[in-house]
């Protein structure tokens, strides 16, 4: 297993454009979680799922937002109609349900919207 | 969760023992200290976790004091490499819920 995948790993857009971001995680891992890193920050929580169910959204995710783990595998993270402040970095991180066991990260995406 | 307070900065030179404090005063008794760091463009790396004992892995040391209101990671032996943000955080069931960062503690390990 070569831990989390994330693709891709740059992407730039236009503003007004669709992206959609995948992660794959650790395959014995069944939490998936989604971050959001901006320059000069720490990672900032937008979502999470344990198999299938999204368990928790935050309220960082607006309603352009929308992710997915359809049968509770890899995941995918859509932004529509990207605005400039959706500049960041996205951060996939899996783990097992278990109590005290620690999160996975990947090495992200950077998304850039000129 | 609990909110923990780090130093912006600090350096050490390497070869040294670098010692990273963290306060978390408002620590709850189920609440474990997990600390990761994270590598310039890289993502957050897991380092090691602890409830109340003294934890040591291959990477580091986690001291935690006796009423848990602060704790120190302690890198034995600072490389070049260990150059990075590193980020304490306290969460109520670990990774089974979702991870509170702050803005870390920048280390740089100098020559």
């Known amino acids: 297993d070569t831990g989390v995948s994330q693709n891709p790993r740059h992407k730039i857009t236009k503003r007004g454009q669709n992206v959609t971001f995948r992660c794959d995680p650790i395959?014995?891992?069944?939490?998936l979680y989604w971050y959001r890193q901006t320059l000069g920050q720490g990672p900032e929580f937008l979502t999470y799922?344990?198999?299938?169910?999204?368990?928790?959204k935050s309220r960082l995710l607006s309603d352009r937002f929308s992710a997915e783990r359809p049968k509770g595998s890899f995941s995918t993270l859509e932004i529509q109609r990207t605005e400039q402040g959706d500049s960041a970095m996205y951060l996939c991180?899996?783990?097992?349900?278990?109590?005290?066991?620690?999160?996975?990260f990947g090495q992200g995406t950077r998304l850039t919207v000129v | 969760d609990a909110k923990t307070t780090q130093p912006t900065s600090m350096d050490c030179a390497e070869g040294r023992a670098a010692n990273l404090p963290c306060n978390h005063s408002?620590?709850?008794?189920?609440?474990?200290v997990y600390w990761y760091r994270q590598i310039h463009s890289q993502g957050p790396q897991y380092i090691i976790h602890g409830l109340k004992n003294n934890e040591t892995n291959e990477m580091a040391s986690l001291i935690i004091t006796e009423d848990r209101k602060s704790s120190t990671l302690i890198l034995p032996h600072a490389t070049l490499r260990d150059t990075a943000v590193y980020y304490c955080?306290?969460?109520?069931?670990?990774?089974?819920?979702?991870?509170?960062f702050g803005k870390g503690i920048t280390l740089s390990v100098r020559p």
């Open positions: 955080i306290v969460s109520l069931t670990g990774a089974n819920s979702k991870l509170t």
């Open positions: 408002t620590i709850s008794g189920n609440e474990y």
């Open positions: 799922f344990q198999n299938e169910a999204q368990l928790e």
């Open positions: 395959s014995e891992h069944n939490r």
């Open positions: 991180a899996s783990s097992y349900f278990r109590d005290n066991t620690e999160a996975f």
